[in-house]
């Protein structure tokens, strides 16, 4: 009798170690405090007279359909419709968009995480061209050319064309769960490009 109760005891035990132990894989919770540092490079090129609608409609274009991936989606989603955009999320690279289009993808994932420390070194590589145009050259920046000799096209509408490559580093101690730690991580890397965008949309040209 006594050793039926103690297994029963251990089959409880371990049923609810198992149920906290999943929780921080599928909730989204956290009480943790987070370090994060990025590094950005960002150059632009215009011809002619770029009429730049932002806010406005604009093609947002994540690559990939792993979990950071998709977070960072719905976080840049998130950011450009604070910031009055309407955004049109497309589901694969056009060659040619109806209006203007960001385009980003995550080059690097390396990160640890545990229930109780987080950390992670990112890469995202953001590209952006204001006709919607030129989406080739989102391509050859990924294949590491960083010499791409944009062309004039000796077009009166004119276009401006943003490429930025991001670092962020991050390190986050306390209690957070995967999901969280996916949406902070997404939401601090949205944040950055969209600041990074504005800035350089309001440049002149």
Do not use: C, W
């Not at 149920?19 to 990025?38: C, I, N, P, W």
């Not at 990939?64 to 976080?75: A, F, T």
């Not at 694969?92 to 229930?115: C, H, I």
């Not at 070194?121 to 590491?144: A, C, H, R, V």
């Amino acid at each position: 009798m006594a050793e039926n109760i103690a297994v029963k005891k251990i089959s409880l035990f371990v049923l609810i170690l198992a149920v906290v132990l999943s929780s921080f894989y599928v909730l989204d919770f956290r009480a943790a405090q987070s370090e994060t540092r990025t590094n950005s490079a960002v150059s632009a090129y215009s011809t002619g007279d770029p009429q730049i609608d932002f806010p406005g409609r604009i093609y947002l274009y994540v690559e990939g359909d792993d979990s950071i991936s998709k977070s960072l989606r719905e976080s840049l989603g998130a950011e450009l419709e604070k910031e009055g955009m309407e955004v049109s999320v497309a589901s694969a690279v056009e060659e040619k968009y109806d209006f203007q289009a960001l385009m980003v993808n995550v080059s690097k994932r390396d990160g640890l995480y545990t229930p109780v420390y987080a950390s992670s070194d990112l890469n995202i590589l953001f590209f952006y061209t204001s006709t919607g145009e030129d989406t080739k050259y989102f391509e050859q920046f990924k294949e590491g050319n960083v010499t791409v000799v944009f062309v004039n096209t000796g077009s009166r509408e004119g276009e401006k064309l943003i490429r930025g490559d991001i670092e962020l580093q991050d390190s986050t101690k306390g209690i957070i769960s995967l999901k969280a730690y996916r949406k902070h991580l997404a939401e601090e890397a949205a944040r950055k490009t969209v600041e990074q965008l504005q800035q350089q949309i309001s440049v002149f040209p």
